[in-house]
């Protein structure tokens, strides 16, 4: 959604020569590479390591990994109060995300209950059923739209899980969440949130006194700073479980996917050998990175000679941190055996993922059931994937091939 007509003018304290024009939104692309990496690649190559965009109202980018760590890791410095680029884009807040210090921590133990090992292992039997259905809903054809028949729709099914929805919502939720979370227009994105909105508030009323033990009941019921949470607390929250863990699954889901359609040595060691695949998913998520988030400097700091002023942006994507050959030896190379893969797609420091168990737990099972019941796939020649880059960068088609049986 590229609505941007002025750009601002460069701040007297950005210097000339750490200027460069980056787009993190571009229209979405047909891809028959990685381009996403070859961006990255690129600005490694002829980027400032540190770098001030005119692009989405101005702001900072860090291309390497020791920078990336120092923003997510320092919540004192670098505030979560705006996550998303340009400012102000979006008409609410997410809580947790998007809140600071202790007030974060207190919203975040309104939710850990419902993210315990133990919780997420319960849905195991669930997503597995749900992976089976859909794959077999498909395999027979010898083909499928990945993203629309697969992606898009586990992630939403596993929220619907975990807030004990009727199963009559989904298409509503479905069409809802895209309309937010990747609309063509603005009126697209107010409608979206509105239609989500009116569903939260139903949803609320319904569960207001808490007492069920479904995700929903556990922030009505929630408690911070030893008082009940407002109404628009509790909103925010819903909204930021909800829309958390759908683009980043579909997104994180679809590169996986194009990977071992077109690398078939990488696609062979995991089926031959099961236990490889929670590796194979960090390391497919170090090398794609697919997540990004901003921060806002909270005082004027000087960092290997650039003063970033209080209020400056600054923009994570987390496909540089895995591309870094600072900090990974040959990043270019997908190993599965890679010895330290210490990657930060979930995140890190206090705001890591709450859900990074659960979207694990969702890849792991799409791999294993994928993989037993389509041994051998590959994207359709006459049909591209197409990307879309931005705060995730999120494969929206992903046409896939294989032979069918008998
Ligand atoms: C592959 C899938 C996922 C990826 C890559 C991902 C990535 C992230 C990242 C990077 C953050 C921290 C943001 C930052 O520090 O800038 C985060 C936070 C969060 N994620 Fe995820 N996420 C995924 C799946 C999920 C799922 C499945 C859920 C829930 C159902 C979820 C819910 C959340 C919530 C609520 C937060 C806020 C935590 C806090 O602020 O304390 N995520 N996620």
Not at 298 to 313: A, N, S
Request: overall charge negative; hydrophobic content about 40%.
């Amino acid at each position: 959604m590229a609505e941007e007509t002025v750009q601002p003018v460069r701040p007297d304290h950005v210097p000339a020569d750490r200027v460069y024009e980056y787009d993190l939104y571009e229209a979405p692309r047909e891809v028959t590479s990685d381009y996403q990496i070859d961006i990255v690649r690129r600005l490694h190559r002829e980027a400032p390591d540190i770098f001030w965009t005119p692009k989405n109202g101005g702001h900072w980018v860090v291309t390497r990994a020791r920078e990336i760590d120092m923003c997510q890791r320092d919540g004192e410095l670098f505030s979560m109060q705006d996550v998303v680029l340009p400012a102000g884009a979006k008409p609410f807040i997410n809580i947790p995300l998007e809140t600071d210090g202790p007030a974060h921590s207190a919203y975040r133990n309104v939710l850990q209950p419902a993210f315990t090992p133990a919780r997420i292992m319960q849905l195991e039997r669930d997503i597995r059923a749900l992976a089976i259905e859909l794959i077999e809903g498909f395999v027979d054809r010898g083909e499928c739209e990945f993203v629309g028949e697969f992606s898009a729709i586990l992630p939403i099914e596993i929220f619907m899980q975990l807030a004990d929805l009727p199963k009559s919502d989904k298409a509503d939720l479905m069409r809802w969440a895209d309309a937010s979370v990747h609309p063509r227009t603005l009126e697209e994105r107010i409608w979206g949130y509105g239609q989500m909105s009116a569903y939260i508030e139903a949803l609320m009323a319904e569960r207001a006194d808490g007492a069920r033990e479904d995700v929903i009941s556990m922030i009505m019921r929630g408690q911070v700073f030893d008082r009940g949470m407002t109404h628009e607390e509790r909103h925010s929250m819903i909204l930021n479980v909800l829309l958390g863990g759908l683009d980043t699954v579909m997104a994180t889901m679809g590169v996986i996917a194009r990977f071992l359609a077109t690398h078939p040595d990488h696609r062979r060691q995991l089926r031959e050998d099961h236990a490889l695949i929670p590796r194979a998913i960090d390391e497919l998520m170090r090398f794609y990175g697919a997540t990004g988030t901003a921060r806002v400097v909270t005082r004027d700091i000087e960092h290997d000679g650039i003063l970033f002023r209080k209020d400056d942006r600054i923009l994570i994507q987390t496909m540089f941190h895995g591309q870094d050959e600072r900090r990974f030896d040959n990043p270019d190379i997908v190993d599965f055996n890679r010895k330290d893969v210490r990657h930060a797609t979930f995140g890190q420091g206090k705001h890591r993922c709450i859900g990074a168990m659960l979207a694990r737990l969702e890849m792991r099972i799409f791999i294993e059931e994928w993989l037993q019941r389509i041994p051998e796939f590959d994207v359709a020649a006459d049909e591209c994937a197409i990307l879309e880059r931005g705060m995730v960068n999120s494969m929206r088609k992903l046409k896939l091939v294989w032979p069918r049986l008998g």
